[in-house]
């Protein structure tokens, strides 16, 4: 089991900056991609940016010049810089870690963020 634990959401209004946190625990030491997802109500989950265990980044386009990935392997640590922000940008947002060996996904339990206009 890997638990995710996120912090770093809240309320900001738009062109500020936000940076969440994301610390896995437990069975961590096999976690070939660790990112970020993100929801609003009604819609899908969508990602917003992944990194894996090698360095490769993958960024949503809606994300892209804005929001950075950072993934640091030695303490199983992933972190979501998040720039001029948009009302558009309101999600609830999940970190998201796959494992290499098992290929099972795991969630936290979601931080909000609020951009107000």
């Known amino acids: 089991q890997v638990q995710l634990v996120e912090s770093g959401g809240g309320l900001v209004q738009a062109g500020g900056s936000l940076k969440l946190s994301c610390a896995a625990s437990g069975s961590s030491r096999n976690i070939h991609t660790l990112g970020w997802y993100r929801q609003v109500p009604g819609n899908q989950r969508e990602v917003v940016a992944t990194s894996t265990y090698d360095g490769t980044i993958t960024t949503a386009d809606s994300a892209k010049g804005r929001f950075t990935i950072s993934r640091d392997n030695s303490k199983n640590t992933v972190s979501l810089q998040m720039n001029a922000l948009k009302p558009e940008d309101t999600a609830v947002y999940y970190c998201?870690?796959?494992?290499?060996?098992?290929?099972?996904?795991?969630w936290g339990q979601g931080t909000q963020v609020t951009v107000s206009s």
């Open positions: 998201y870690a796959l494992q290499a060996i098992t290929r099972r996904t795991y």
